[in-house]
């Protein structure tokens, strides 16, 4: 029979063994939580879309800042999980090496490999811009993958129900130039458009009501994220953190990111590729899900 003195002890131990085992396990999220991309699939609202196009799906890649941190075994993953989901269109909205250009050549010719029937397009971020912009460019035009840099293109669906929206982007917030007019010249008042802006702090000062959707980057959720407290600290504007945010004008998707700069960590914040399902107005919501998560 215990005493209480043994009683005691064996409680301390106990303790002890727990604090041990929450500490390995906070340990081991905040190693592997950067590479086990969660796939989400948000449904997203564009008033005056054409019902031929209800049910379009669009997977966003952002910020995976291919670096010392981010291996391009990682980015050849993504970019297989990407294929996989077998997107109508895929869109690429920024910060795709980290540290040095000596990422960017290889980056981009896995990005060459991403198939979509509807075509692959890009926005490039400030990340892209300091590690020499002219490269990225060269490489991204290499991948033959069009960059919408302050202009538009018309997605089209053929058949006989023929219908289309309108794509356009434009250049990075803090080194760029945002020529709203440019980017949507010729779209219709009466059509919509979904427009690519890697830094989602310009939906503050987007005010053309032609645009239905930014789709945005950016923040990496802010890459640690405190319970109740939320993200410890974002590059933009706290409120466009992660998700669904609408805007005086119009809505901002933006995604928590698929890679990580220092410290090189995720914690409550995993890496996040978007499955994005436009619906129309009718009987339709916007609302965001998540699908189970991929180790990579």
């Not at 890649?61 to 993953?77: A, C, K, N």
């Not at 490999?113 to 300091?130: C, T």
């Amino acid at each position: 029979m215990a005493t209480e003195g043994q009683t005691r002890v064996s409680r301390r131990k106990f303790l002890k063994y727990l604090a041990w085992g929450a500490g390995a396990l906070l340990a081991a999220d905040v190693a592997f939580e950067r590479r086990w991309v969660q796939v989400t699939r948000p449904e997203i609202t564009i008033p005056g879309l054409p019902l031929a196009l209800d049910g379009l799906t669009m997977c966003q890649l952002t910020d995976i800042h291919h670096g010392p941190f981010v291996s391009i075994e990682y980015v050849m993953l993504i970019v297989d999980l990407a294929n996989s989901l077998r997107p109508d269109i895929i869109v690429l909205t920024g910060d795709h090496v980290y540290r040095s250009s000596e990422y960017t050549g290889p980056v981009w010719a896995e990005l060459a490999r991403l198939q979509a029937p509807l075509g692959v397009y890009s926005a490039l971020g400030n990340h892209d811009h300091w590690e020499g912009i002219e490269r990225s460019r060269a490489a991204q035009a290499q991948a033959d993958i069009p960059e919408l840099l302050n202009t538009n293109v018309p997605i089209e669906l053929a058949g006989p129900r023929r219908a289309h929206l309108w794509l356009a982007g434009v250049g990075d917030l803090w080194e760029d130039e945002q020529k709203l007019d440019q980017a949507l010249a010729g779209v219709p008042t009466d059509e919509p458009a979904i427009l690519l802006s890697h830094n989602p702090d310009y939906a503050d000062d987007m005010n053309d009501p032609r645009v239905k959707l930014i789709l945005a980057g950016h923040s990496h959720g802010g890459q640690m994220v405190i319970p109740v407290l939320g993200p410890v600290i974002t590059p933009c504007r706290r409120k466009y953190a992660m998700g669904l945010v609408r805007t005086n004008v119009s809505q901002v998707y933006i995604s928590r990111g698929l890679g990580v700069i220092a410290p090189p960590v995720r914690i409550n914040c995993r890496p996040e590729l978007p499955l994005i399902t436009l619906r129309c107005t009718r009987g339709a919501s916007s609302e965001a899900t998540s699908g189970p998560p991929a180790r990579l």
